[in-house]
């Protein structure tokens, strides 16, 4: 059985931007650098969806980092809620 073959990041990036160039074909692509046509394919759609995702990347993060926030937030309210629910019981008491 033979082993899979791993390529790096930036193989797979070059491969991919000779694809989307159109210079050459698949074909010529898949000679030239020893892939399969069909994986070269599949590079070249993931570099097209990558390059769309590059350009939404700071508004994604900002998403990100504000839903974090609004979590923690929320567990603070919380936290302060049962807080106050604590001392005005207490007090009720005395």
Not at 20 to 37: D, F, N, Q, R
Not at 66 to 90: N, Y
Request: proline content about 1%.
């Amino acid at each position: 059985m033979s082993k899979r073959r791993r390529f790096t990041a930036e193989f797979k990036a070059r491969v991919a931007l000779g694809a989307l160039s159109g210079e050459h074909t698949l074909s010529e692509l898949a000679g030239k650098y020893g892939v399969h046509p069909n994986q070269i394919s599949t590079w070249k759609k993931q570099a097209k969806e990558g390059i769309v995702d590059s350009f939404l990347g700071k508004t994604k993060a900002k998403k990100q980092n504000s839903e974090a926030e609004i979590k923690e937030l929320h567990a603070k309210i919380g936290q302060l809620t049962v807080e106050k629910d604590f001392l005005q019981q207490a007090f009720a008491k005395i």
